[in-house]
């Protein structure tokens, strides 16, 4: 479409073009929110998305689990989260998960939706019109994790445990940033990761949000990464 082009056509051009160009994606997405959802949520403010399947070990809950830290985030940071997803039909874990992120929708209706019916057509609009792209798995257990290869082209910035394609896409603070170390089967693993990615938000992620310059470049960064390490060619090159 004519926004991917946009962002293609601008990414060699840091900072106005290619900040005007992601406001469009991100405004197509918003469109949908409050078509499907009645939630109109803010183009200026930080949009955190989240979209996969519901397995446990992806742990899409795993921003939502500190209650005091969530409301600060909300409402003093005004960020806004958008999650998608489905759950295998014989995924009771799964369908839970999904509930809980439903519930966490109702319980702050003007910052956090879920949004149904996810599809190809909706993973397209969210991996082009979120500023951050969420991913903490449990690791190892991260195949490849190739919405993230498709956000990092469209110069939505990745946020990532180092698992998966991000260990080899990820320069800390210039592609995007990774959550904590690689370190992994500690007794109390999500509490470490939930400790770094609360760092990694606070201290690195909206700073820099509120810096357009350096956001603009991280992107430029970003996408260069995607299409150089990650496209069809190298695939066929090296595989």
């Avoid at 005007?20 to 405004?27: L, N």
């Avoid at 939502?64 to 600060?72: F, G, H, I, Q, V």
Wanted: hydrophobic share 40%; net charge neutral; aromatic share 8%.
């Amino acid at each position: 479409t004519w926004q991917d082009e946009r962002i293609r056509q601008a990414a060699g051009k840091v900072d106005g073009p290619l900040l005007d160009a992601h406001k469009e994606t991100k405004r197509e997405l918003l469109q949908l929110v409050q078509q499907r959802n009645g939630v109109k949520l803010d183009p200026d403010r930080l949009l955190i998305g989240f979209a996969r399947r519901a397995a446990p070990y992806k742990r899409a809950n795993l921003i939502l689990r500190d209650s005091k830290w969530l409301e600060t985030l909300v409402k003093k940071h005004h960020v806004q989260l958008v999650f998608s997803g489905k759950a295998h039909p014989a995924d009771g874990a799964g369908k839970r998960l999904i509930s809980e992120l439903v519930r966490f929708s109702h319980d702050w209706p003007e910052s956090i939706v879920f949004l149904q019916n996810y599809d190809m057509e909706l993973g397209r609009l969210l991996t082009r019109g979120a500023d951050i792209w969420l991913n903490n798995p449990i690791r190892p257990l991260e195949a490849s994790g190739t919405s993230g290869m498709k956000a990092a082209m469209n110069g939505v910035l990745n946020v990532s445990i180092l698992d998966g394609w991000w260990p080899e896409g990820c320069v800390h603070g210039v592609t995007g940033w990774a959550i904590g170390d690689a370190s992994q089967g500690l007794p109390d693993q999500d509490e470490h990761d939930l400790a770094a990615l609360h760092h990694v938000i606070d201290d690195e992620v909206l700073p820099t949000f509120a810096n357009p310059a350096k956001w603009a470049a991280m992107m430029a960064a970003s996408i260069k990464m995607g299409v150089e390490k990650f496209s069809s060619d190298r695939m066929v090159t090296d595989y």
